[in-house]
């Protein structure tokens, strides 16, 4: 795990110029990279690479970035792993292919793969998650590609007349021409999800590589920005993006090649997982595992312990808050598949004390507010390994999110009532305070089995309510359930008196076979949006600013293509969610250790703001700054704020967003 950086000028720079600015963007990546740094210029083409190392595989010297080619052709700074490049490396010894490594990083592997076998071939045969930058001596062409599912960072743009990219936007920021202004359609799609959704980033000007991108720079870039972010199949002068891998093939192959049968789906999944553990298992350094003791962490660890006789290092938080804390489910998990379980438990004041650091951590605004947890499991694990897997993308792929299949059965029970009728049901909804369903919440908890319950009852009503309100039909509630803001256009002031756009941000069409389903368009969706932009960016930025590598094995491209195989009843049955991972999770952990109500990585973030966060949030929310900055129109913020407080109403999540805007603004100002 590194990060990188760059930028190209064009001819007319000497050497010491271009490897001056390189260094100094490569300086802001240092938490990505702490073990060593590197730069490498052309000044007859004017382009400049710069690294930063987190050494993971190769130690030594031998995996220095940015590497150039046995031929001199390639060069390439690169970000991420390459699961299987052992195995590449056979194939082109086996090719009778007469190699001289120098080293054996993965990085090398790579390189001497582009070179025998031309890079869009290299990324097909690639099991990994990156982002790298190609240069091209040859053709003068520079390539930024990114992996499959998004799991590392790559953003480009241009700063002055320069074209730049990195895995952080930091970087850019300390480029000398950097002068880019706020994107307020970006704000506005950023009050909507929470998250700025890809392509577009905060800045005019700065985008985001798409996952399983690869954009193709011949000659010289143009000197300034598309009106518009690129998209792939789109072209912009010299410029061009494609998908070289798609979600949405996989999904259409898969709903033509079903896994009906549950035993050979079982087997066949936990087979494919069990191998995606494995090579994700490789290190040179110290490696453990988070758990939560939820169905995906504790899949991923049994997996892996069952691999090894050594007990596999785990790590979990826990809360003063037992509504909140989950760490006795992780050591009761961890006692039975003996694991040496480390067990970190924080204060109150000890998590609020990581707020400061959120807007630098996270770089641009992202208001997940279950960032705050996972950078402390993050700093945990970080004591004692260098790398960490993660159960993320579990509900994504193998329907874990209560909108999966509540948001369908309320639809078919509501969507066929007048719109009047619902609104009906949507005020009654609201009208009892989340403390009042919280306690209504427990009482029936008490009498539910296992994970029949729910946890946070009122949150949900009232999020349950406020989506029915203006819902026309399922997709409709869907786009509702996964915003915040469900007119963030009124809540943004345009440049010069105009108008925000208020339309949703487009996406791509929907395969044309395996989406016969609410759920699984739900899945789809959330896989191409939510979890690359929130999930994998949370994780990421917060692993990072510690320089800890984490892995994913669920986003193994073989396990989504598995996954994408598998009927819906073999996801989502009855009221359960995930219903195969359960199954071979039970074949290693007792059920009755999982069976709970889902808790999430959540904190008490509601009290927090009416008390010890309160003044914090009274300063970045004053209708006087609001007005001087003019980004946001006070009245709504004020409004949501004051009923907040009052405690008849819970609006944790859109404040949170706003306070984690105007926090990011006040440190990039």
């Known amino acids: 795990m590194c990060g990188f950086s760059g930028f190209w000028s064009g001819a007319g720079h000497d050497n010491s110029a271009l490897g001056g600015m390189a260094e100094r963007m490569a300086q802001t990546l240092r938490h990505r990279g702490p073990d060593s740094s590197g730069f490498w210029t052309s000044s007859s083409a004017g382009i400049a690479f710069s690294h930063r190392r987190l050494a993971i595989l190769d130690l030594s010297p031998a995996g220095h970035q940015p590497m150039v080619s046995p031929s001199k052709r390639y060069i390439i700074t690169f970000n991420g792993e390459i699961y299987n490049h052992a195995a590449l490396r056979g194939e082109m010894e086996a090719a009778g292919e007469n190699i001289s490594w120098q080293g054996h990083s993965d990085t090398e592997t790579l390189l001497n793969s582009i070179e025998l076998w031309g890079l869009k071939t290299t990324l097909q045969r690639t099991n990994g998650m990156f982002a790298f930058a190609l240069w091209d001596q040859q053709e003068k062409t520079l390539f930024l590609a990114r992996d499959r599912l998004g799991e590392k960072p790559l953003y480009y743009g241009w700063v002055g007349r320069d074209f730049v990219f990195s895995s952080e936007l930091k970087a850019l920021r300390a480029h000398s021409d950097f002068a880019n202004p706020v994107c307020r359609q970006s704000l506005a799609e950023y009050l909507r999800f929470m998250y700025v959704p890809a392509p577009r980033s905060i800045y005019q000007g700065i ?100 691999q090894t006789s050594r007990p596999v290092k785990t790590f979990t938080v826990g809360f003063e808050d037992a509504e909140f804390d989950e760490s006795k489910a992780a050591r009761t998990v961890a006692a039975h598949l003996q694991t040496e379980h480390t067990e970190v438990f924080v204060t109150s004041a000890e998590t609020q004390a990581v707020v400061p650091r959120l807007s630098s951590m996270y770089d641009e605004p992202f208001a997940d507010s279950s960032q705050i947890p996972t950078y402390l499991v993050c700093a945990a694990a970080r004591q004692e390994v260098t790398v960490a897997l993660s159960g993320d993308a579990g509900d994504e792929l193998f329907g874990g999110y209560n909108r999966y299949f509540w948001g369908p059965r309320i639809w078919n029970k509501v969507g066929g009532l007048p719109f009047t009728a619902r609104q009906v049901i949507a005020e009654a909804l609201t009208s009892v305070s989340p403390a009042g369903w919280n306690r209504a919440g427990k009482l029936v908890n008490k009498v539910l089995p296992g994970d029949k319950g729910i946890a946070r009852l009122g949150e949900k009503a009232h999020k349950l309510g406020n989506c029915l309100k203006g819902a026309r039909d399922l997709d409709d509630l869907y786009m509702r359930l996964v915003s915040q803001w469900q007119d963030p256009a009124r809540l943004v002031f345009g440049e010069n008196g105009s108008v925000v756009d208020p339309s949703c941000p487009q996406f791509d069409p929907l395969p044309s076979a395996g989406m016969d389903n609410d759920s699984l368009r739900m899945m789809y969706r959330d896989s191409l949006s939510f979890l690359p932009d929130d999930i994998l960016c949370k994780v990421d930025r917060a692993a990072m600013a510690i320089s800890l590598e984490t892995r994913v094995p669920f986003l193994d491209n073989r396990v989504v293509e598995m996954a994408w195989r598998l009927p819906l009843s073999m996801k989502i049955r009855g009221n359960q969610s995930k219903w195969a991972l359960r199954k071979i999770l039970y074949r290693h952990v007792p059920r009755e250790l999982i069976e709970r109500p889902k808790v999430g990585f959540a904190i008490p973030l509601a009290d927090w703001l009416r008390g010890p966060l309160r003044v914090w949030a009274e300063d970045l929310l004053d209708e006087r700054r609001l007005h001087r900055e003019g980004y946001l129109n006070p009245g709504p913020i004020r409004n949501i704020w004051k009923q907040h407080l009052s405690e008849r109403h819970d609006y944790t999540e859109k404040l949170w967003g706003i306070l984690m805007f105007q926090a990011w603004l006040e440190d990039n100002s």
Not at 234 to 254: C, M, P, Q
């Open 207 to 306: 985008f985001k590589l798409e996952p399983g991108c690869l954009m193709t720079v011949r000659g010289s870039p143009p000197s300034h920005a598309p009106a518009e972010p690129l998209r792939p199949t789109d072209t912009y002068a010299n410029i061009s993006i494609h998908r070289w891998w798609s979600l949405g093939e996989v999904v259409e192959k898969g709903a033509h090649a079903p896994i009906t049968d549950e035993r050979e789906a079982l087997d066949a999944l936990e087979n494919c997982l069990s191998d995606a553990v494995k090579m994700q298992s490789l290190a040179d350094v110290p490696l453990g595992a988070f758990l939560s003791g939820g169905v995906d962490s504790s899949t991923i660890v049994a997996l892996m312990q069952k």
